[in-house]
């Protein structure tokens, strides 16, 4: 029913003019120039063919009479046939085009939408979160091809009014104003309706969207109920938010059950003024029987356009509004650009950062004139409080972001002038929180090596703590993760993470080490893969773990986007600099001397 | 507390007196008994139907009788009027009672979707955790929000559109009937054809329109999951993988969506109302040249079959509602009848507890799993603390959960101060015992109410004192409210270190006799790993401690340690004995 649609829709800040948006829609509908005529014309002749038969019948009424030859039925029955199964098949010809069309076009937004978001740097993602953009790919789009579909249902319904009203005009101008003089009244009270539903919809949403919010929580949370035996606290919060809903919800629903028997009421009306001029006119021979007659029909014919027409601004809003959130998502300017497109065979691993400034926000420095060398092969650690610029060093060299000054060469090459997807390639990134994808383990692990087969993947597996961490999967390798590796424990996240680089055999490994506490068994298998890797790669560690920092063969240590100490850890700890404070701030109750300490605690 | 049990169809853990009882053996009987109670409104949806479909046809006859006497000659414009007053008299009580019509059927969608909603939240309190750990909240959630929403449109407005047009198919035979009995053949022959139709196109179009919700199911969450891990897909360069799974996803919802656009299209009832409508031309015209009616009746008949217009297009939708309807309450009633293992077992043993604590033979499965504890034996003395240590997925937290019957074991026996778990009454089981789990829950209230939450009696100095003693007061009173301040969902405004203390602080508050801690939060900094030691030391003072741990120093200093491997104990005893018989225990403490 259009009448009701829209009508929980929201208000939306716009950016680019109605005209340009709908020019770049029209411009996705080029491929398709042929089939949208083709539309076009069918919705006319459908409007042509379904305005015949009223037209025509009025036409027999008056030629034909009640003295109706068997010849005449005949052609009177043939033509109403005729035009109804024209205008059902012009139809289905015009909805199989449009929903194909449709469905091409949404197609090629969403691909170019994705593509878009897919080559969107980080920086794009800091300022977008990720679900609202994936509603941008799907939903948005989605809305304006239910936008299209509705302005060809339009175009018919309104052409076939609008010959039956040319006709009509045409017959008797005077009588027509009777029948167009309803409409705007009808129209006055169409909106009027739509305007109390959208109100009462408005607070039925909120008051259901409290229930809701309440089931959510509680059931989340129904564990720590049950412990404590609340059930009934809870139940009394729920009682509430569904009575009110209900109270709320019934109020809607009285002024909805009203729209349509109050315009049914109103076309009864105006068929009975009709009726009554019409016949007065046709009794005084002012106008013929079939005029009457077609008067009458008219005012069908223009009730649903003109209903219709009262819900239509609301979702053409709506459809441009969510048009626009798709083509700014497209036309989002990428920050981190490439100069060139140099790929190199084997990476060295040779990283040297020369005077570079760097800021996420402009005029919220993060690196400082910043100058490191890292030679091929060497395990660097990196230690700072945080904001102090670790990760964005990290991040640098991962080209996730653009620097502003300076320069950043890779085995001498301005990381700009690389090609990016093959440079990345012989990149090993293990994030702070591992990212698996829906799917099994070996899945994973093979992501950035698709070539690599299972029982290399297996032999990898077996080396780490003598493969005891496959155990813990119901299905080995061929587990299934989850979304997002939700079924698999941190730890295990982890271990597929570090053998997912393992397998890649890259010549920078970048870590950024979890937080996240892990059992001690798993921990000690981590730091034999990890050991595993560091001895193949160049390595950046931003370390939270003791054992991690040890194991550098050189420990950066940072401040406020500087170097201002480094070495290896017993000499920086001896020097009692500021590494000594971050030791006693971050590492010192990870030794097993404060396991030792820390009954003392407990006094 | 009002937990009587009451004769309910299924034990459970919690229970309310309910609004009227419900028959759970089917959606149909179910659905039933919801409406039973209610059933003057769905006799006021029928004769607000009936009625409205009756008085529909006064237009069409009206009309064909105004044409009747004017074009008679000489044209009796007088009768005119009556027939006006008519049509505007009997509209308008048909407006009313369609009114009637609808609100009724969106009095009885309300009400259905306030009471399944409130009968399906009941039950699953009454729920064990079995149940809970094992459900999805997300898949609770759709069936407690969507399907109950369904379930309220299938009435307004499905079954509304369903039953009023109905009506608008019988009015014609029956009014044409009054014409000419023979003009009612066609209309009846358009029933019986139009519903074979919509059968056939419903049958049709169900399993195309499934397709494409999981075309897009399919579509939407691999897209979200390549946005949120999108520095995975950049660091790894596999963007071309990601574009062209999205590409084969995307694609595959087109097809969908077009197939479904090819069969709406083809919609055949609007043919055979064109159809019905030229062969009811034909027909009454031929019964006017044989001089049977008049052109007034044919021009009333020829309205009379417009009437079917209002079947033929809410069946575009209206069919469909009230079987998505139907799936629903399926859906739910499958919820609703999930059997739940656990009772109250209110004349249980309740005596207070001391905490002993012993696992005899223990072995534990998940339906239809293999067991995840395997004949597990150790005795815990009150007062003491076990630390249970193993890698994830050992049983460690299956262990734990043993005790307070949040499961029950598959055979051997769990036994607090020598009584079987079984044998306690749930109650006083469950009131003695805490668990803090990994994951803590708060809820969107103040602090002080979250650290109240299991004794909302407790006094403001009760409240501070007990988080005094978790160390949570001074990370309290750095909010801007202090004890005032709202949780924000699902505690995101608080650290996981800061969330366990506030946990800790709510058993301080019901100072359990047992406490089972499960704890793998991490501190980022040693002062805040001092902290939690000391709250931990300090909660498990008095009472026996579970705690399933990966704190060196917890493990390091329990009176008794448990290490699980595959579900099995594989070794226990104090650290020092454990240093001398358990390699891969020597090992976790070794730099």
Redesign the interface.
């Given at each position: 029913?259009g009448f009701f649609s829209g009508l929980d829709a929201e208000q939306y800040d716009r950016q680019y003019s109605d005209k340009q948006l709908v020019r770049r829609m029209a411009h996705y509908f080029d491929a398709h120039m042929g089939k949208l005529w083709v539309i076009g014309l069918l919705a006319l002749s459908s409007a042509v063919t379904a305005a015949a038969?009223p037209l025509l019948?009025a036409r027999a009424?008056d030629e034909l009479?009640?003295q109706?030859s068997?010849e005449a039925?005949w052609l009177?029955?043939?033509v109403?046939?005729l035009s109804?199964?024209l205008?059902?098949a012009t139809?289905?010809?015009?909805?199989?085009l449009?929903?194909?069309t449709?469905?091409?076009v949404?197609?090629t937004i969403?691909?170019d939408g994705?593509?878009a978001?897919?080559?969107h740097?980080?920086s794009f993602?800091d300022e977008n979160p990720?679900?609202k953009?994936?509603s941008r790919?799907?939903s948005d789009t989605r809305e304006y091809g239910d936008m299209i579909v509705l302005i060809t249902d339009l175009i018919s319904q309104f052409g076939q009014a609008l010959i039956v009203g040319a006709a009509l005009i045409a017959i008797n101008w005077r009588l027509s104003l009777y029948l167009f003089g309803m409409l705007p009244i009808v129209y006055w009270i169409a909106t009027l309706f739509r305007e109390a539903a959208r109100r009462t919809t408005r607070t039925g949403m909120r008051a259901?969207g409290n229930?809701?919010a309440v089931?959510?929580?509680?059931?989340?949370?129904?564990?720590?109920?049950?412990?404590?035996?609340?059930?009934?606290?809870?139940?009394k919060e729920?009682?509430h938010g569904?009575?009110s809903?209900?109270d709320v919800?019934?109020r809607r629903?009285?002024v909805?059950?009203?729209v349509?028997?109050?315009l049914?009421?109103l076309?009864?009306?105006g068929?009975?003024l009709l009726?009554?001029v019409g016949?007065?006119n046709?009794?005084a021979s002012v106008i013929t029987?079939g005029a009457?007659?077609l008067f009458?029909q008219g005012l069908?014919r223009f009730w649903f356009p003109v209903l219709n027409l009262s819900a239509f601004w609301t979702q053409l809003q709506s459809g441009l509004a969510a048009a626009e959130r798709s083509f700014a998502l497209i036309d989002a300017e990428p920050r981190v650009v490439q100069v060139g497109k140099q790929r190199m065979a084997r990476l060295r691993g040779d990283i040297r950062f020369e005077q570079v400034n760097f800021s996420y926000v402009t005029g919220e420095p993060i690196l400082r004139d910043f100058s490191l060398h890292i030679k091929p092969g060497e395990t660097v650690a990196l230690v700072g409080h945080t904001g102090a610029g670790k990760t964005s060093i990290a991040k640098l060299v991962?080209r996730?972001y653009e620097f502003q000054e300076g320069q950043l060469l890779i085995d001498g090459k301005d990381i700009r002038s690389l090609d990016?997807?093959?440079?990345?390639?012989q990149?090993g990134?293990v994030?702070q929180v591992p990212?698996l994808?829906?799917g099994t383990v070996a899945e994973n692990i093979r992501?950035?090596a698709?070539g690599v087969k299972d029982p290399e993947i297996l032999r990898l597996a077996r080396k780490i703590g003598k493969g005891?961490?496959l155990?813990?999967?119901?299905d080995g390798l061929k587990t299934e993760v989850g979304?997002?590796g939700a079924r698999?424990?941190m730890?295990?996240r982890q271990l597929v993470s570090l053998l997912?680089v393992l397998v890649?055999k890259p010549a920078i490994f970048v870590l950024d080490e979890a937080?996240?506490?892990?059992?001690?068994?798993?921990?000690?298998q981590i730091q034999q893969a990890l050991d595993m890797i560091l001895s193949k790669s160049t390595s950046i560690l931003i370390a939270?773990r003791l054992?991690t920092v040890k194991a550098a063969d050189r420990i950066i240590v940072l401040r406020e986007g500087r170097i201002i100490e480094e070495g290896d850890h017993d000499g920086l700890l001896a020097q009692g600099g500021h590494y000594a404070t971050l030791y006693?701030?971050?590492?010192?109750?990870q030794?097993?001397a404060?396991?030792?300490e820390?009954?003392k605690?407990?006094k | 507390?009002?937990?009587t049990p009451l004769p309910a169809p299924h034990a459970a853990?919690?229970t309310?007196p309910e609004r009227y009882a419900t028959n759970r053996s089917g959606p149909g009987r179910w659905l039933w008994s919801h409406f039973k109670p209610h059933w003057a409104l769905g006799l006021m949806l029928m004769v607000g139907a009936i009625t409205n479909g009756a008085l529909a046809a006064y237009?069409p006859i009206?009309?064909g009788k105004?044409?009747e006497?004017?074009?008679a000659s000489p044209?009796q414009?007088e009768l005119?009027?009556g027939?006006?007053w008519v049509?505007?008299i009997s509209?308008?009580v048909?407006?009313?009672l369609?009114?009637a019509r609808?609100?009724a059927a969106?009095?009885l969608?309300?009400?259905f979707?306030?009471n399944i909603?409130?009968e399906l939240?009941?039950n699953?309190?009454?729920k064990s955790?079995t149940f809970?750990?094992l459900q999805s909240?997300g898949d609770?959630?759709a069936r407690?929000?969507n399907d109950v929403?369904e379930i309220n449109l299938m009435f307004?407005?499905g079954l509304n559109l369903v039953i009023g047009a109905a009506f608008f198919l019988v009015t014609p035979i029956v009014a044409s009937f009054g014409i000419h009995p023979a003009l009612s053949i066609i209309p009846m022959a358009f029933t019986l054809v139009y519903f074979v139709a919509i059968w056939q196109y419903l049958k049709e179009l169900n399993p195309v329109t499934a397709k494409q919700r999981n075309a897009?199911g399919t579509?939407?969450?691999?897209?979200?999951?390549?946005?949120?891990?999108?520095?995975?897909?950049?660091?790894?360069?596999?963007?071309?993988?990601?574009?062209s799974l999205?590409?084969r996803n995307?694609?595959r919802?087109?097809?969908a969506?077009?197939h479904?656009?090819?069969i709406?299209?083809?919609?055949l009832p609007?043919?055979l109302?064109?159809?019905a409508?030229?062969a009811g031309?034909?027909h009454s015209?031929?019964l006017?040249?044989a001089g049977l009616i008049?052109?007034g009746d044919v021009?009333a008949y020829?309205g009379l079959l417009?009437l079917f217009g209002f079947p033929v297009f809410t069946s575009l939708f209206a069919y469909s509602q009230v079987s998505l309807g139907v799936a629903s309450a399926r859906r739910i009633l499958d919820l609703l009848n999930n059997k739940t293992d656990l009772d109250q077992n209110a004349e249980g043993y309740s005596e207070p507890m001391k905490g002993g604590i012993e696992f005899k033979n223990v072995t534990f499965a998940y339906e239809g799993h293999e067991a995840a504890l395997n004949k597990v034996n150790f005795t815990v003395k009150p007062g003491l603390t076990v630390a249970i240590?193993?890698?994830?997925?050992?049983g460690k937290t299956t262990l734990a959960k043993l005790v307070?019957r949040?499961y029950d074991v598959t055979t051997g026996v769990v036994s607090v101060d020598g009584v079987d778990v079984r044998d306690w009454n749930l109650?006083a089981l469950?009131?003695q015992i805490?668990?803090i789990?990994q994951d803590i829950?708060?809820?969107?209230r103040t602090v002080a109410e979250n650290i109240a939450?299991?004794?909302?009696e407790a006094t403001r100095a009760e409240i501070e004192e007990a988080a005094k003693q978790a160390q949570a007061h001074d990370f309290i009173m750095e909010f801007t409210h202090g004890y005032d301040t709202v949780v924000g969902?699902?505690g995101v405004t608080l650290s996981g270190g800061q969330r366990q203390r506030m946990a800790l602080a709510?058993a301080f508050l019901?100072d359990p006799r047992i406490l089972i801690l499960d704890d793998?939060?991490?501190?980022?900094?040693?002062?805040t790993?001092?902290k939690i030691?000391?709250a931990i030391?300090?909660a498990t003072?008095g009472r026996t401690t579970l705690i399933i741990t990966?704190?060196?120093?917890q493990?390091?200093?329990a009176d008794l340690i448990v290490v699980l491997?595959?579900g099995k104990v594989v070794a226990s005893g104090s650290h020092e004995d454990l240093l001398k018989t358990s390699p891969?225990y020597k090992?976790?403490?070794s730099?």
């Open positions: 029913m038969v019948l009424l009479g009640e109706i068997p039925i009177v029955v043939g109403v046939f109804g199964f205008s059902w139809n289905w010809w015009r909805r199989r449009t929903a194909r449709i469905g091409d949404i197609l969403r691909l994705f593509k978001a897919m080559s740097d980080l993602y990720s679900g953009v994936v790919i799907t259901m229930v809701n089931i959510k929580e509680t059931i989340s949370g129904i564990a720590v109920a049950k412990n404590f035996r609340q059930e009934e606290a809870i139940f729920f009682d569904n009575q809903s209900f919800n019934l629903g009285f909805l059950s009203m349509f028997p109050a049914n009421a076309a009864a009306l068929t009975a009726l009554y016949g007065m046709v009794a029987a009457w007659y009458l069908d991962n996730f990016l997807t093959a440079y990345r390639r990149l990134i994030s990212f994808f829906d992501y950035a698709p005891e961490w155990e813990t999967l119901p979304e997002r698999l424990s730890g295990q997912r890649q937080t996240a506490s892990i059992d001690p068994f798993t921990e000690w939270h054992s006693n701030t971050y590492f010192r109750h030794s097993l404060y396991v030792e820390s009954r605690l407990a | 507390m009002s937990t853990e919690f309310l237009v009206e009309i105004a044409f006497a004017i074009m044209p414009t005119l009027i027939f006006v049509i505007i509209q308008t048909r407006s009313l369609q009114f609808n609100f969106e009095w969608g309300q009400l979707e306030r909603r409130e939240y009941t699953l309190l009454g955790m809970h750990s909240v609770t959630m407690a929000t929403r307004n407005p897009f579509l939407n969450s691999r897209l979200s999951e390549s946005l949120d891990g999108i520095e995975t897909v950049k660091g790894m360069a596999q963007e071309k993988l990601e574009v999205f590409r995307a694609n919802f087109r097809e969506y077009i479904q656009g090819y709406e299209a083809r919609f609007m043919l109302m064109a159809i409508q030229a031309l034909w015209l031929m006017m040249q008049t052109l021009i020829f417009a240590v193993g890698q994830t997925g050992t307070n949040t109650e469950r009131r805490s668990i789990e829950f708060l809820f969107s939450f299991g004794h909302p969902e699902r709510r019901t793998s939060t991490s501190a980022i900094d040693s002062a790993e001092d030691q000391r030391y300090a003072k990966h704190r060196l120093s493990i390091r200093w491997r595959g891969a090992r976790i403490f730099e």
